[in-house]
């Protein structure tokens, strides 16, 4: 066993952290700690991407998960105030049955990823991966469709949504 | 150097506690929050096989679910903010009707 490096300090640190907020937002009763702490999860996975040689990842992490889902996750949430807020159940009455699932599940796949052993491989991504990954987009014989497809699927979304919160359409 | 089964095993830990979330919650927009944690556990596994393996096909896997998780989040918060406008209620319990 060699000596404990710095990296295994901060992802072990980074991963309790992160797995302590994940658990929070989903047990939490206040709606707005809860994007608070979802915030601080996005946060530690974009820790643990940098970890993983990924850092345009990371960025990208950060700025469209915080800077984009959790602040409309937050605007959500405060269109729809005083709803549920500390009053009543905050689970429904299959509760043990959904974590029953969830445990059956997290059981499953541990026992997959402990039983398999990937195939050693030289490790890390060479070169400039902004350069590859960008150039891999617009290249015809890699993600040039799904790149497009996508592009129109945020459009679609974009009209969606903004035709479904339009107010005073229907009888309310 | 962390094990690529590390990475993977914080990833499944994150994804069923998504998976309790939505099973059990029953405020809507916390099942989107649990949503959004399940879409970033998933990441975290893509991007940890594209550093096992070498590619980067796993990190642009990633920009998609990105660019999906960001359509379902602008589209089902619409939903919700809409729901709530015609029901008073984003309890999933109680949005058991198509109509009325």
């Known amino acids: ?172 | 150097m962390i094990p690529t089964t590390y990475y993977l095993a914080l990833s499944a830990i994150l994804f069923s506690i998504g998976v309790i979330g939505v099973l059990v919650r029953r405020n809507a927009i916390v099942i989107f929050m649990s949503i959004e944690l399940m879409l970033n556990s998933a990441n975290l596994a893509f991007v940890a096989f594209a550093r096992e393996f070498g590619t980067l096909d796993g990190q642009l896997m990633v920009f998609f679910v990105m660019t999906v998780a960001a359509a379902e989040v602008a589209v089902g918060l619409a939903l919700i903010v809409a729901i709530f406008r015609s029901k008073a209620s984003i309890d999933v319990d109680a949005v058991n009707l198509l109509k009325g």
């Open chain 1, 1 to 172: 066993m060699e000596a404990v490096s710095a990296a295994q300090i901060i992802f072990i640190v980074v991963a309790l952290l992160t797995v302590a907020t994940t658990f929070l937002v989903v047990t939490v009763r206040n709606l707005i700690h809860a994007a608070l702490w979802l915030v601080a999860t996005l946060f530690g996975i974009a820790v643990i991407f940098v970890l993983l040689d990924a850092g345009f990842m990371a960025t990208v992490q950060i700025v469209l998960y915080i800077g984009a889902i959790a602040i409309l996750i937050v605007f959500a949430v405060m269109l729809t105030r005083r709803v549920m807020q500390d009053v009543g159940p905050q689970s429904n009455e299959n509760w043990w049955l959904g974590t029953i699932v969830a445990a059956v599940f997290f059981a499953a796949i541990s026992t997959l990823l402990w039983s398999i052993r990937w195939p050693a491989l030289p490790g890390a991504v060479v070169g400039d991966t902004v350069l590859a990954l960008g150039r891999s987009l617009v290249d015809p014989n890699q993600y040039v469709i799904p790149f497009e497809v996508a592009s129109v699927m945020l459009i679609i979304a974009l009209i969606g949504s903004i035709t479904l919160a339009l107010p005073g359409k229907q009888s309310e």
